[in-house]
Every structure is written in structure tokens, then in C-alpha cells.
């Protein structure tokens, strides 16, 4: 019979789990355990960053998301029990199991458990790899939640998955699919996982795990927050908030593929003017520059394109729109552009399907010659707002994210490092640096950019991104909400699509006979409901023309149903520029998943059919032709006001059920939640054509109600010095009384006194009359 050594055995127990002494330093907490060197360090009392690789490994990627000088949290507290180390502020809990090598995080207050790493020493797996001919890491992080949450998040993606719990998907930019690596649960957190490269996110039984190709360490924020918007605030005050774009944006948007001079863009801006329907943008696509070898020039084609100053200056002198142009992030072989950033080196080799090279937006002396040729070339000119196309980047075959991903990884080297180790990045550093040159440039113009990829961080630029070129489909219209909505939540709040579907007549699309189509005009009937509850409202696409005239003339449901739906959104500019607002201030999120207002009804959880609009409004869009779906469900979900009303009637009904609405094409159902305050404006023909002096109030009983009327003068950024108005308003319900309160702050042009018409909705019947009041900025009460 063999002997054991039991000292050897109890010993060798004993340093499982081991871990050296905690270093404190001005950033932070470090220590070792089991040969991984370990980094805590708070960013503020409800997020953390978990920083981990092998010891004696150098980090070399460079950090783009959070910025590295970010003031150090120092308000906390950390203590070693010997089985644990314990982290703590006021609100978070961060937990190390020496024994698991896990980490465990919990509410501060109530020892809730928010999310814990995977234990039996399975948290986290580094692989020694090469990828693009460097030594490198392949990280995999896993994480166990609890077993009822469910996840949103991580992007935009055309896989019509809301909630990822059981699911996975690879983050990999492409045409139609945009990375932010930031998830958010209904359990009260989020995680933010900084890695640059091709990763996935899996949901198994076991929990969920990131996978990156290429990294150093497992880098990663927990963002706890109470509900949902503090999550989501959490993230953008790690990554940055989001500056107010010109009140303008959120008027209509017309554009298609595309004007071939200024004579037919010019035309088509009259034409609406001529109409009375309003309008706002008016939006020039590609090919302005000449031909392929021209191609993105940065200058405007005489032959076609000539004065640019001059009709820019016109279009909005005269017809009062705002002029977007398309630019794109590579350069035909004859182009000026070329020819310098080819000097330098700084233009990718990979072939690119219009003959163009892509520049490496990396490097920042390549992004001085673009700066300065767009500059003098576009910007000088006039232009209010830029379309950045194509910035995954487009090489060939970007359709499809492994297409994408093999053409971006070809192209070699960016100025930081490899695209295997940047790649999901290059939009982002593309628009940071061109954001912060305009910014500097001007503070009277707000800059908006709208962009097709975009990554964390990105919303603190100026920017919206649009889902890509989608395939007209009732499918694919349905796979835009949840994309959107996912890519929202993310912490990413200004996202839109091209109404109809880019394609129409070609690909996937499925209306060879374009506008000849009734069913699809039925189809972009829909779309275009949808699109004027999103927050940019535009149309947009090739194969068929996208002026509302094309779709029939006066009087027929096609033009008519358009007309309704702008004028409409017009009306709503008060609520919607006030959500902007918030936005901007609190860190709100216009485009909303059912779960983030009413967490509590897990009902909401995989509703993938139905958003809220900012406070008030719960929209479902129509999904299915009529011949199809006769009747429409819609799950009100249940509150603490218990009833919504339907916006066009005015008739209520309890949530917490399903209820069923007849299909009628001009129809959009549209509920607004008990415990609101909406206000609509007159319609104008331009956002910004004049103050509003007149509102219509609407009150939907049955809960307190409150909200800030938000104005400013629309497009400058003395905003940010409080050149602003901020109307309070309360309703009282059990009093049946409405305080409007006293008008906080001035900015030019405000009008001195508004009309109110107050209209008030109860569960119990239809509207009482309105009450009428003048508001000079002072307290008013009106009784009911």
C-alpha cells in the first residue's frame, strides 16, 4: 500500500487561489493570481473597469473608446478577507474569489447580484496567436447572468434578433451591420467590452462569452445603473455624450439615388415648395464629382455642378433647406486627393469595386490633407451636412461580414497596426477627427454626419448612422426595427433607414415592376409611418425614384398617406426636439425597446413588434400586407398609469393585454401612455420657418404627468452656454389641474408670449373641451 504526503497535498491546495498583495495606485487597484496580472479600477461609484492578461505581458493596443486622462474615481474602498477581495463604492460591489479567479458584482445597497464572471477558475482563456503578422492574444471572457434577464444591445445587426439571451452573433462590421460591443440587461447593468477585432458573442446554458481574435488582455467596463437609462447613461459618461444636433434634423429628409445636377435637385426642392408639403433636407448622393477615376474628389463636377456656392447659398435663401452631400473614405486615381495621400503612403492597396483606394484614416497626417481638401473643396462651399459613406471601410463584397472582414484584414497595415487588430475601429477614427475640425472651425452651425458604421463612443461625434443598403421586403422592414432598436440601446440614439428599402427592383428585393407595384407601394407606405417615428426621418434608395409625386399625385392613399405622416411629424416637433434634448442633457434614449420603460413586465422582453418613442408614445408598425393580416395585435404593456390611449380616437384600454386593431392602410397604431403630456405644434414647411407661438396640449389622464418643453434657437451651439428655454409642466391628476410652470431662460427670437390649447383625455370617456391660456413665462394653472 502507497503512502501519501498530505503536507504536500494541503500545500499545494493552499496556493490555489493564491494571489500577491494588492498594489493601489493612483488609478487603481492591481494584483496577481495564478500568473494573471489583474487591474480594478472605478470610473465612477457605478462602473469599473476589469482589466486582466498574462503576467509579464505588454499591452500594446492603443485605446480609442474610453479616454486614458479621464480624472481617476478614487471614492472607494477595498479590503482582502483572505478567500476574497472586496471593492466597493456607494453604489457597486465588485467581488474577487480567489479561489474561482472570478469576479462577482453586486448592488451596493442590497446585496443584489447583478452578474458574475464564470467560476471554477473558467472566467477568462488566453491563447497565444498571430494574426496579421504579429504575436497576439485570443481572448475569451465568460460571464454567467441570472437566469430571467434578458439582453439588448451590441449593435445593429439584420438577424431580427432582439434579445440575444440564448443567442450569438459575430461583431463584424459590414454594409448593414454596425459593432458597438456595449450589452445591457434588465438585471440593472451593462458591460462595455473594449476590444477592437473580430469577436463573438455567444449565449449558452452555461452563460455568454466574448471571443476576440486579436488582443493583449480581457478589457472590460460594468456599467450598473438602477434601470436601464442610468445604464445607458453610465456608458455614454465613460465614452461620451451626445451633442444636439440642429433642430432641422429632425424635419424630412429627401433624398435618392441620385440627382445627376443641380438643375434636378433644385426642381425636386421647388416641387415641395410648390406643394406646400414641408421639407427640410434635400440630399445629394455620389457621382457629383465626374467619373470613376474622379472619384471623391472633394469638388463639385462643373459640367453638371457648377456654382456650388451659388446654389447652396439659393437653396437656403430661397427655398430654406439644409443640403447634405455624400462623401466617401477613398479617391479616384486622378483626383488631387489621390496623388498627395499616395505620397505619404497612406493609401490602402486593396482593390475596391469602383476602382478608388481607401486612405488610412489612422494616420493623422492623412487625415489633414482630407481635412483640407474637403474643406476647400466642399465645405466652403456651403455644405450643412455630410453623408460619410461606406466607412467600414468599402473594399469589395461588403455585404456580407466575412467578405468584409477578409477584404479589410487584405488591405495590410493601418497607421496604429494591423486592420486584424483595428478592425471594427475605422469609422470611428475616421469621423472623431472630422468632427473635432468642424467643431473648431464653427460654432453656428451644429454639425450632424450620418454615417453606415459606427463603433462605441461614436455617438460623443456629431453622428447618426443609418442601417445600410436593406432590400425592400416586409422581412426586411420588420429586421430594421429590431436592428435599430438594438443599436439604440446600445447607447447609440440617432439611427434611421432608407424608407422602402434601398434596393427595390434588384438583389433580394422582391418588386421587379418597382412603382408599378401596388404591393409595393403598399409595403413603402408602411415604411414611410414607420421611418417618421424614428428619430431622422428620410427617404432614400435606388432602382425607383423617391419624391412623394412618384408615388401617385393628390388624392390617391399612396400620396396622401405620405403627406399625413410628415405633417404629423411636423406637429410633433415640440415633443421630439424636447427628447433631443434630454438626450443630450440626461443621457435619454429617444428609440426604445418595450423593456427599458416597463422592466417589470417581462412580457416586453421579446417583443421585437413595438417601441416607445420617447416618453409618451408606443408605436407598431405594420409588418404584414393587408391581405395577409386583416387584424393587428398589439401588447399594451402594463404601468403604473394601467391604461393607454389611441392616439387617433382617444379611446382607452388597460395594458398588460394584447389588444386587436383592423388593418386599414393609413393607419399607423399609435398609443400614448396615461400620464402624459404631448404637445403639437402648428405645421410648418421648415422646421425652424418660425417660432412656435400656438400649441395644442394634450393631456392623457389616468396617472401625474410631467415635461419639459425644451427651445432654443435650433442651430448653434450657445446652447451649451444656456442659451435656451425650459418650460416645466405638472399635471396633477387626482386634481385634474395642469401647472405650467415658470419659463427658464431666453435665447433669441423667443416669442414673448405662446397660446396654449389645453385638451384633456380621461380613461372613463371622450376628451373634455379644451381650455384655453396664454403663457408670457410665468406660472399658470389651469383647472379642469
Request: charge should be negative; proline fraction near 4%.
Amino acid at each position: 500500500m502507497k503512502s501519501f504526503n498530505w503536507l504536500l497535498v494541503l500545500s499545494v491546495l493552499s496556493c490555489i487561489g493564491c494571489s500577491s498583495p494588492v498594489h493601489e495606485d493612483g488609478r487603481g487597484c492591481a494584483f496577481v493570481s495564478d500568473s494573471i496580472q489583474y487591474r480594478v479600477e472605478f470610473m465612477s461609484a457605478g462602473c469599473v473597469r476589469i482589466l486582466s492578461f498574462p503576467e509579464g505581458d505588454t499591452l500594446v493596443t492603443k485605446r480609442l473608446v474610453v479616454d486614458s486622462e479621464k480624472p481617476a474615481f478614487k471614492d472607494y474602498k477595498w479590503e482582502d478577507t483572505g478567500q476574497k477581495l472586496l471593492f466597493r463604492t456607494r453604489e457597486l460591489s465588485v467581488v474577487f474569489d480567489k479561489a474561482d479567479a472570478a469576479f462577482i458584482f453586486q448592488e451596493t445597497s442590497t446585496g443584489k447580484l447583478l452578474l458574475k464572471e464564470k467560476g471554477d477558475r473558467k472566467a477568462r482563456n488566453f491563447k497565444r496567436s498571430v494574426a496579421g503578422g504579429e504575436q497576439c492574444l485570443e481572448v475569451t471572457q465568460r460571464f454567467v447572468p441570472t437566469e430571467d434577464e434578458a439582453i439588448y444591445g451590441l449593435g445593429q445587426y439584420q438577424n431580427g434578433i432582439m434579445n440575444y439571451r440564448g443567442k450569438s452573433v459575430l461583431l463584424l462590421q459590414a454594409n448593414m451591420d454596425i459593432v458597438n460591443p456595449f450589452l445591457i440587461s434588465t438585471n440593472g447593468y451593462g458591460v462595455l467590452w473594449d476590444n477592437y477585432s473580430s469577436t463573438k458573442f455567444e449565449d449558452t446554458k452555461e452563460g455568454y462569452s466574448f471571443t476576440s481574435e486579436v488582443g493583449d488582455a480581457s478589457d472590460y467596463y460594468f456599467v450598473y445603473g438602477k434601470n436601464m437609462d442610468e445604464v445607458v447613461a453610465g456608458y455614454r459618461e465613460l465614452t461620451g455624450d451626445v451633442p444636439m444636433f440642429g433642430k432641422w434634423v429632425y424635419g424630412f429628409w429627401q433624398s435618392k439615388e441620385r440627382y445627376k445636377s443641380f438643375d434636378e435637385l433644385k426642381a425636386v426642392v421647388k416641387e415641395y415648395r410648390k406643394r406646400g408639403i414641408p421639407l427640410d433636407n434635400i440630399v445629394q448622393d455620389w457621382e457629383y464629382w465626374g467619373d470613376k477615376p474622379h472619384w471623391n474628389s472633394l469638388t463639385f463636377h462643373p459640367a453638371n455642378f457648377n456654382h456650388p456656392r451659388q446654389v447652396i447659398d439659393e437653396l437656403h435663401q430661397q427655398d430654406h433647406v439644409h443640403f447634405m452631400l455624400s462623401v466617401w473614405p477613398g479617391f479616384g486615381p486622378e483626383t488631387a486627393v489621390y496623388q498627395s495621400l499616395d505620397s505619404i503612403g497612406a493609401l490602402f492597396s486593396e482593390p475596391t469595386w469602383a476602382g478608388y483606394k481607401v486612405f488610412d484614416a489612422y494616420n493623422p497626417v492623412a487625415r489633414d490633407i482630407f481635412w483640407q481638401y474637403l474643406k476647400k473643396g466642399l465645405y466652403d462651399m456651403g455644405v450643412d451636412a455630410w453623408w460619410m459613406d461606406a466607412t467600414e471601410p468599402s473594399f469589395r463584397g461588403g455585404f456580407t461580414q466575412l467578405k468584409q472582414e477578409e477584404k479589410t484584414k487584405s488591405a495590410g497595415n493601418t497607421y496604429l497596426g494591423s486592420f486584424h487588430r483595428y478592425l471594427n475601429t475605422y469609422s470611428l477614427e475616421m469621423l472623431k477627427d472630422f468632427y473635432q475640425r468642424l467643431r473648431t472651425e464653427s460654432d453656428q452651425k451644429r454639425i450632424f454626419i450620418l454615417t453606415r458604421s459606427a463603433f462605441a463612443s461614436q455617438q460623443h461625434y456629431g453622428t447618426a448612422v443609418w442601417s445600410g443598403d436593406v432590400s425592400a421586403s416586409w422581412e426586411n422592414m420588420h429586421k430594421q426595427l429590431v436592428a435599430g432598436l438594438n443599436l439604440s440601446m446600445s447607447g447609440i440614439p440617432y439611427w434611421t433607414s432608407d424608407t422602402g428599402g434601398f434596393f427595390v427592383t434588384e438583389r433580394d428585393a422582391k418588386y421587379p415592376d418597382g412603382l408599378k407595384s401596388n404591393d409595393y407601394k403598399e409595403l413603402y407606405s408602411r415604411w414611410f409611418q414607420f421611418s417618421a417615428f424614428t428619430p431622422i426621418f428620410r427617404a432614400h434608395g435606388t432602382n425607383v425614384p423617391r419624391e412623394i409625386w412618384q408615388f401617385g399625385e393628390e388624392g390617391t392613399l399612396s400620396y396622401d398617406n405620405q403627406v399625413k405622416y410628415i405633417h404629423l411629424r411636423y406637429r410633433l416637433l415640440p415633443y421630439i426636439y424636447s427628447m433631443s434634448h434630454q438626450v443630450t442633457a440626461n443621457n435619454y434614449t429617444m428609440l426604445r425597446g418595450l423593456a427599458m420603460d416597463f422592466t417589470t413586465d417581462t412580457r416586453t422582453f421579446d417583443i421585437d413588434n413595438a417601441y416607445m418613442f420617447g416618453t409618451s408614445l408606443l408605436v407598431r408598425p405594420v409588418f404584414h400586407p393587408q391581405s395577409e393580416e386583416k387584424n393587428i395585435c398589439i401588447y399594451l404593456p402594463e404601468h403604473s398609469g394601467k391604461y393607454w390611449y389611441d392616439f387617433w380616437t382617444g379611446e382607452a384600454f388597460e395594458g398588460g393585454r394584447e389588444q386587436m386593431q383592423t388593418n386599414i392602410l393609413d393607419i399607423l397604431p399609435l398609443y400614448v401612455k396615461a400620464g402624459s403630456i404631448l404637445p403639437l405644434a402648428e405645421v410648418k414647411q421648415y422646421a425652424m420657418e418660425y417660432p412656435d407661438c400656438e400649441l395644442e396640449l394634450r393631456i392623457y389622464g389616468g396617472a401625474d404627468a410631467a415635461f419639459l418643453w425644451y427651445e432654443d434657437e435650433g442651430d448653434s451651439y450657445r446652447y451649451e452656454e444656456g442659451v435656451c428655454s425650459k418650460v416645466p409642466m405638472q399635471w396633477k391628476d387626482s386634481e385634474r389641474t395642469l401647472t405650467i410652470g415658470l419659463r427658464e431662460g431666453t435665447y433669441p427670437g423667443m416669442p414673448e408670449q405662446i397660446k396654449m390649447h389645453v385638451k384633456l383625455y380621461l380613461p372613463e370617456g371622450a376628451a373634455l373641451d379644451s381650455k384655453e391660456c396664454v403663457c408670457t413665462g410665468r406660472e399658470v394653472k389651469i383647472k379642469f
